[in-house]
């Protein structure tokens, strides 16, 4: 068990020789041994094989030096144990065969024992377990609530959040329905991911920087709350993650997390000065920036570790890896933390 890798030590607080640095969406597109199984697999193959989510878990692993593995699957996995199909469509993401329309589509949710559906998931957790080194820690995840209900809503990406937030506002009896339903289930599942064996856990709100501070605190901050809350039972240390953020990170940090990510639109000294210093704060490089050269890279790169010096920080994106960025720069970034490190006394 990693309990020494520097992942798990900034997670609980203390001290390391270098920020840990992993990055969202290390596994996928961009590589080409991801992309040659994408040959032969569809992405969500990829997913129910616990065998191939494995392999592609360790991928970026045994190409870098990264301090994290994060387990290859989906936010939108749990979906589909809940009775609620959908596809990645070439180009367009994914695709809702029935999204929800109306109340009674909330009641026929099939929640009883989803987490059990997901088996092949705790699989992989365990199979990459097995084979990664004790000082690189894995990270299990799942959507939140209001990421995946906004999916399971609009039938797929949006852009304004129409009609989640008019399902919000004009049929909230069942949105709270809706939203219970959903952490009841992701409290489930991430439990499970953690008896597989994943040693910190990821809450992936991408899309909740859409609502303004009344909205998250009434709609959809005490249902994160229960999921976060629920996980200090585990005793895993847990990231709470969303794009957008900036003006309602308070209202995340107290719905829980050890650990709040952030994007690139905020300067970490500033969320410190908001959330205090001792907050553990990941993120938060533009991932624009790895596809730009070599010094761009660099220059960004330090950027984020001169604002970070000195306070509990987990090197990573604002946001996943862009499919068209080069490997050799995503090298190079991590190649600064540690060159960097190196010459910085962290306190
Ligand atoms: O970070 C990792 O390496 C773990 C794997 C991971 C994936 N999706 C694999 C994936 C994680 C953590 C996710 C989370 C996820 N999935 C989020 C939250 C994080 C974020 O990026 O905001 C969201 C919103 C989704 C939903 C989703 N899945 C979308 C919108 C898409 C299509 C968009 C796209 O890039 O094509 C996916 C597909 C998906 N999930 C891919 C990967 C590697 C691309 C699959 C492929 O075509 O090979």
């Known amino acids: 068990m990693s309990t ?7 997670c609980q607080g203390r001290g390391v020789d270098s920020p840990p640095v992993w990055f969202m969406r290390q596994a996928g597109r961009y590589m080409e041994e991801y992309r040659r199984l994408r040959e032969r697999h569809s992405m969500l193959e990829l997913c129910r094989t616990p065998e191939l ?4 878990t360790l991928q970026p692993i045994e190409r870098f030096d990264l301090d994290a593995a994060i387990i290859f699957a989906d936010i939108l996995l749990p979906l589909e ?45 365990r199979l990459v377990r ?10 299990g995840f799942a959507g939140a609530p209001f990421t995946v209900a906004s999916y ?33 289930v992701t409290l489930r599942y991430l439990e ?5 064996g994943a040693q910190v856990v990821q809450l992936f709100d991408s899309w909740v920087g859409a609502l303004g501070r009344h909205d998250y605190r009434e709609y959809v901050m005490p249902h994160s709350a229960r999921i976060l809350q629920g996980l ?8 709470h993650f969303g794009t957008g953020t900036g003006s309602i990170l308070d209202l995340m940090k107290q719905a829980g997390g050890t650990v709040t990510g952030v994007d690139w639109r905020v300067d970490l000294t500033d969320v410190w ?5 001792t907050t553990v704060l990941q993120g938060n490089l533009d991932p624009v920036v790895l596809l730009g050269s070599r010094d761009t890279v660099k220059r960004a790169v330090t950027r984020v570790l001169e604002q970070g010096r000195g306070r509990p920080h987990i090197f990573n994106l604002g946001h996943g890896i862009l499919p068209e960025t080069q490997p050799e720069n995503v090298e190079a970034a991590i190649e600064q933390v540690r060159t960097w490190s190196k010459t910085h006394e962290r306190i």
């Open 4 to 10: 020494n890798g520097r992942m798990m030590l900034v």
């Open 53 to 56: 989510a494995a392999e592609v």
């Open 81 to 125: 144990a809940m009775g609620v199909p959908f596809h990645f469509a070439k180009g367009e993401g994914p695709v809702l065969e029935r999204p929800i329309r109306e109340p009674a589509d909330v009641e026929r949710l099939d929640t009883v024992g989803a987490e059990e559906r997901l088996s092949f998931v705790y699989d992989a957790i």
């Open 273 to 277: 000065k908001l959330l205090g210093d």
């Open 192 to 196: 499970r991911q953690v008896k597989a």
């Open 152 to 184: 399971m809503i609009e039938g797929g990406h949006s852009r304004h959040f129409a009609k989640t937030k008019l399902f919000m506002y004009e049929q909230t009896q069942a949105w709270h329905l809706l939203m219970t339903a959903l952490s009841d």
């Open 130 to 139: 097995e084979r990664l080194d004790a000082g690189i820690a894995l990270i």
């Open 232 to 239: 200090q039972n585990t005793a895993v240390p847990t990231i």
